[in-house]
Protein backbone atom coordinates (compact mmCIF):
# COMPACT_ATOMS: atom_id res chain seq x y z
CA UNK A 1 0.00 0.00 0.00
CA UNK A 2 0.91 3.36 -0.90
CA UNK A 3 2.08 5.45 2.31
CA UNK A 4 2.65 9.14 2.14
CA UNK A 5 4.60 10.83 5.15
CA UNK A 6 5.16 14.92 6.29
CA UNK A 7 7.67 15.15 8.85
CA UNK A 8 6.81 18.21 10.28
CA UNK A 9 3.20 18.54 12.23
CA UNK A 10 3.80 22.35 12.19
CA UNK A 11 6.11 24.90 11.16
CA UNK A 12 6.06 28.84 11.39
CA UNK A 13 7.53 31.66 8.82
CA UNK A 14 8.17 35.15 8.98
CA UNK A 15 5.64 37.21 6.63
CA UNK A 16 7.70 37.76 3.21
CA UNK A 17 10.07 34.67 4.18
CA UNK A 18 10.35 31.94 2.34
CA UNK A 19 9.55 28.37 3.96
CA UNK A 20 9.97 24.55 2.67
CA UNK A 21 7.40 22.02 3.97
CA UNK A 22 8.55 18.43 3.64
CA UNK A 23 7.16 15.23 2.15
CA UNK A 24 7.99 11.51 1.57
CA UNK A 25 6.27 9.21 -0.29
CA UNK A 26 6.41 5.31 -0.39
CA UNK A 27 5.11 3.80 -4.10
CA UNK A 28 6.66 1.05 -6.66
CA UNK A 29 4.69 2.61 -9.53
CA UNK A 30 6.33 4.90 -12.24
CA UNK A 31 3.24 6.55 -13.10
CA UNK A 32 1.60 8.48 -10.70
CA UNK A 33 0.44 12.46 -9.72
CA UNK A 34 1.22 14.45 -6.36
CA UNK A 35 -0.57 17.54 -5.07
CA UNK A 36 -0.14 20.04 -2.45
CA UNK A 37 -3.74 20.92 -0.73
CA UNK A 38 -3.78 23.71 1.22
CA UNK A 39 -6.95 23.72 4.25
CA UNK A 40 -7.42 27.14 5.80
CA UNK A 41 -9.47 27.26 9.20
CA UNK A 42 -12.56 27.61 7.10
CA UNK A 43 -11.79 23.20 6.76
CA UNK A 44 -12.45 23.89 2.38
CA UNK A 45 -9.09 22.10 0.52
CA UNK A 46 -8.09 23.74 -1.75
CA UNK A 47 -5.67 22.35 -4.54
CA UNK A 48 -2.20 24.54 -4.15
CA UNK A 49 -0.38 22.63 -7.10
CA UNK A 50 0.19 19.06 -8.67
CA UNK A 51 2.93 17.33 -9.86
CA UNK A 52 2.95 14.36 -13.02
CA UNK A 53 5.40 11.77 -12.13
CA UNK A 54 6.66 11.51 -15.73
CA UNK A 55 7.77 15.03 -15.64
CA UNK A 56 11.02 16.01 -14.56
CA UNK A 57 10.41 19.76 -14.32
CA UNK A 58 9.09 21.09 -11.47
CA UNK A 59 5.81 22.37 -10.95
CA UNK A 60 5.32 26.12 -10.36
CA UNK A 61 2.26 28.52 -9.33
CA UNK A 62 3.03 32.02 -8.18
CA UNK A 63 4.56 31.87 -5.02
CA UNK A 64 4.50 28.12 -4.97
CA UNK A 65 6.48 25.73 -6.42
CA UNK A 66 8.06 21.80 -5.52
CA UNK A 67 10.96 20.11 -5.55
CA UNK A 68 10.08 16.69 -6.81
CA UNK A 69 12.69 14.15 -6.71
CA UNK A 70 11.50 11.03 -8.22
CA UNK A 71 14.33 8.87 -7.04
CA UNK A 72 13.59 9.97 -3.29
CA UNK A 73 10.45 9.68 -3.64
CA UNK A 74 10.69 13.18 -2.42
CA UNK A 75 8.20 16.27 -2.59
CA UNK A 76 8.22 19.10 -0.99
CA UNK A 77 6.31 22.50 -1.34
CA UNK A 78 8.25 25.83 -1.32
CA UNK A 79 6.28 28.59 -0.49
CA UNK A 80 8.17 32.38 -1.50
CA UNK A 81 7.22 35.31 -0.07
CA UNK A 82 4.91 34.08 2.69
CA UNK A 83 1.74 35.94 3.35
CA UNK A 84 -0.33 36.10 6.42
CA UNK A 85 -3.30 33.91 4.36
CA UNK A 86 -0.41 31.76 3.75
CA UNK A 87 -1.72 30.28 7.45
CA UNK A 88 -3.11 26.78 7.09
CA UNK A 89 -2.76 23.03 7.60
CA UNK A 90 -0.65 21.77 4.35
CA UNK A 91 -1.47 17.96 3.03
CA UNK A 92 0.62 16.16 0.59
CA UNK A 93 -1.24 13.65 -2.00
CA UNK A 94 -0.40 10.66 -3.98
CA UNK A 95 -2.42 9.48 -6.55
CA UNK A 96 -1.77 6.22 -8.23
CA UNK A 97 -4.42 4.43 -11.11
CA UNK A 98 -3.72 1.00 -10.08
CA UNK A 99 -4.70 1.30 -6.58
CA UNK A 100 -8.21 1.91 -7.38
CA UNK A 101 -7.50 5.92 -8.28
CA UNK A 102 -7.28 6.88 -4.03
CA UNK A 103 -5.62 9.79 -3.51
CA UNK A 104 -3.56 8.82 -0.40
CA UNK A 105 -2.82 12.00 1.97
CA UNK A 106 0.16 12.80 4.37
CA UNK A 107 -0.97 13.72 7.90
CA UNK A 108 -0.92 17.52 7.28
CA UNK A 109 2.01 20.15 8.49
CA UNK A 110 0.39 23.46 10.33
CA UNK A 111 1.88 26.33 8.93
CA UNK A 112 1.77 29.45 11.22
CA UNK A 113 3.19 32.78 9.18
CA UNK A 114 3.96 35.41 11.74
CA UNK A 115 4.11 39.55 10.93
CA UNK B 1 -15.43 27.19 -6.83
CA UNK B 2 -16.77 23.69 -7.82
CA UNK B 3 -20.45 23.29 -7.17
CA UNK B 4 -20.53 20.56 -4.70
CA UNK B 5 -22.83 21.38 -1.99
CA UNK B 6 -22.81 18.55 1.22
CA UNK B 7 -25.49 18.29 3.97
CA UNK B 8 -26.17 18.89 6.61
CA UNK B 9 -23.02 21.14 7.40
CA UNK B 10 -22.95 19.98 11.38
CA UNK B 11 -24.59 17.02 12.73
CA UNK B 12 -24.70 15.90 16.08
CA UNK B 13 -26.27 12.04 16.85
CA UNK B 14 -26.55 9.39 19.22
CA UNK B 15 -25.04 6.20 19.41
CA UNK B 16 -26.94 3.68 17.45
CA UNK B 17 -28.73 6.01 15.64
CA UNK B 18 -28.90 5.42 11.39
CA UNK B 19 -26.97 8.71 9.55
CA UNK B 20 -27.09 9.73 6.23
CA UNK B 21 -24.66 12.35 4.94
CA UNK B 22 -25.32 14.09 1.32
CA UNK B 23 -22.90 14.86 -1.79
CA UNK B 24 -24.89 16.58 -4.12
CA UNK B 25 -22.71 18.14 -7.17
CA UNK B 26 -23.75 20.28 -10.02
CA UNK B 27 -20.21 19.50 -12.72
CA UNK B 28 -21.86 16.24 -14.34
CA UNK B 29 -18.48 14.83 -13.15
CA UNK B 30 -17.95 11.33 -13.18
CA UNK B 31 -16.10 10.64 -10.24
CA UNK B 32 -17.51 11.40 -6.24
CA UNK B 33 -15.64 10.08 -2.89
CA UNK B 34 -16.42 10.44 0.49
CA UNK B 35 -13.41 10.78 2.65
CA UNK B 36 -12.98 11.33 6.68
CA UNK B 37 -10.80 13.65 8.62
CA UNK B 38 -9.42 13.16 11.26
CA UNK B 39 -6.19 14.24 13.56
CA UNK B 40 -2.87 13.19 12.24
CA UNK B 41 -4.64 10.92 9.84
CA UNK B 42 -5.26 13.75 7.07
CA UNK B 43 -7.85 12.38 4.79
CA UNK B 44 -8.51 8.93 4.38
CA UNK B 45 -10.78 7.31 1.82
CA UNK B 46 -14.32 5.86 2.63
CA UNK B 47 -15.99 4.42 -0.61
CA UNK B 48 -16.20 6.36 -4.34
CA UNK B 49 -17.89 5.65 -7.04
CA UNK B 50 -16.70 5.99 -10.59
CA UNK B 51 -20.51 6.05 -12.19
CA UNK B 52 -24.22 5.61 -11.53
CA UNK B 53 -24.92 2.74 -9.37
CA UNK B 54 -20.68 1.82 -9.31
CA UNK B 55 -19.25 2.12 -5.92
CA UNK B 56 -16.24 0.52 -4.45
CA UNK B 57 -14.39 0.43 -0.85
CA UNK B 58 -11.50 2.85 0.38
CA UNK B 59 -9.60 2.00 2.99
CA UNK B 60 -11.77 3.03 5.51
CA UNK B 61 -15.28 1.72 4.70
CA UNK B 62 -16.08 -0.69 7.49
CA UNK B 63 -19.47 0.70 9.34
CA UNK B 64 -20.21 2.38 6.10
CA UNK B 65 -22.28 2.27 2.81
CA UNK B 66 -22.75 4.53 -0.21
CA UNK B 67 -25.45 4.64 -2.68
CA UNK B 68 -25.30 6.49 -6.19
CA UNK B 69 -29.03 6.35 -7.82
CA UNK B 70 -28.06 9.82 -10.02
CA UNK B 71 -25.10 11.07 -11.35
CA UNK B 72 -25.17 14.56 -9.29
CA UNK B 73 -25.90 12.64 -5.64
CA UNK B 74 -23.83 10.63 -3.65
CA UNK B 75 -25.06 9.24 0.03
CA UNK B 76 -22.94 8.29 2.75
CA UNK B 77 -24.97 6.40 5.55
CA UNK B 78 -23.99 5.00 8.78
CA UNK B 79 -26.01 2.19 9.22
CA UNK B 80 -25.49 2.63 13.43
CA UNK B 81 -22.83 5.51 14.92
CA UNK B 82 -20.15 4.73 16.86
CA UNK B 83 -18.47 7.20 18.47
CA UNK B 84 -15.21 5.80 16.30
CA UNK B 85 -17.12 7.68 13.48
CA UNK B 86 -17.07 11.38 15.00
CA UNK B 87 -15.35 13.34 12.10
CA UNK B 88 -15.01 15.16 10.00
CA UNK B 89 -16.45 14.10 6.25
CA UNK B 90 -15.34 15.59 3.09
CA UNK B 91 -17.16 14.76 -0.45
CA UNK B 92 -15.01 15.24 -3.44
CA UNK B 93 -15.81 15.18 -7.20
CA UNK B 94 -13.57 14.54 -10.03
CA UNK B 95 -14.18 14.92 -13.78
CA UNK B 96 -12.17 12.05 -15.20
CA UNK B 97 -9.67 9.13 -13.54
CA UNK B 98 -6.79 11.47 -14.10
CA UNK B 99 -8.67 15.32 -13.23
CA UNK B 100 -7.78 16.67 -9.52
CA UNK B 101 -10.17 16.19 -6.91
CA UNK B 102 -12.52 19.28 -6.07
CA UNK B 103 -14.08 19.02 -2.28
CA UNK B 104 -17.21 20.14 -0.71
CA UNK B 105 -16.81 22.22 2.63
CA UNK B 106 -17.34 18.85 4.90
CA UNK B 107 -19.89 17.88 7.65
CA UNK B 108 -18.41 17.50 10.76
CA UNK B 109 -20.90 14.88 12.22
CA UNK B 110 -20.41 14.06 16.66
CA UNK B 111 -21.79 10.90 17.94
CA UNK B 112 -22.79 11.30 21.87
Redesign the interface.
Known amino acids: ?QT?T?SQPEMSVQEAETVTLSCTYDTSESDY?L?WYKQPP????I?VI?QEAYKQQNATENRFSVNFQKAAKSFSLKISDSQLGDAAMY?C?YRN?NA?????????TRLMVKP | DAGITQSPRHKVTETGTPVTLRCHQTENHR?M?WYRQDP??????IH?S?GVKDT?K??VSDGYSVSRSKTEDFLLTLESATSSQTS?Y?C?ISEF??S????G??TRLTVT
Request: hydrophobic share 40%.
Open positions: AVQYFSRQMLRFAWGNMLTFGGG | YYGHGLRLYYDGEVFADRPLHFNG
